[in-house]
């Protein structure tokens, strides 16, 4: 992955840190408490994750990730 490269496509870097949690297999109360912040808050950043990467479910962030160079399998 390029530095930098999550920009161009409009994800944040936190964003990302969310998302590889996501895919490793943690839930979102999982993620909030490694992160130090809000269920709520991981629930927003992924919501606008999801839109930006046009999908609907948890289960379709690995492919969509990988699709936009931003996970390799």
Request: no cysteine.
């Amino acid at each position: 992955m390029a530095s930098g490269f999550p920009r161009a496509v409009g994800i944040t870097a936190h964003q990302l840190r969310i998302a590889q949690l996501v895919v490793a297999g943690n839930t979102n109360d999982e993620i909030a408490a490694r992160l130090n912040v809000s269920r709520r808050t991981v629930e927003f950043h992924l919501t606008n994750l999801y839109r930006q990467l046009a999908i609907r479910r948890r289960s379709q962030l690995a492919l969509a990730l990988n699709r936009v160079g931003l996970l390799e399998w």
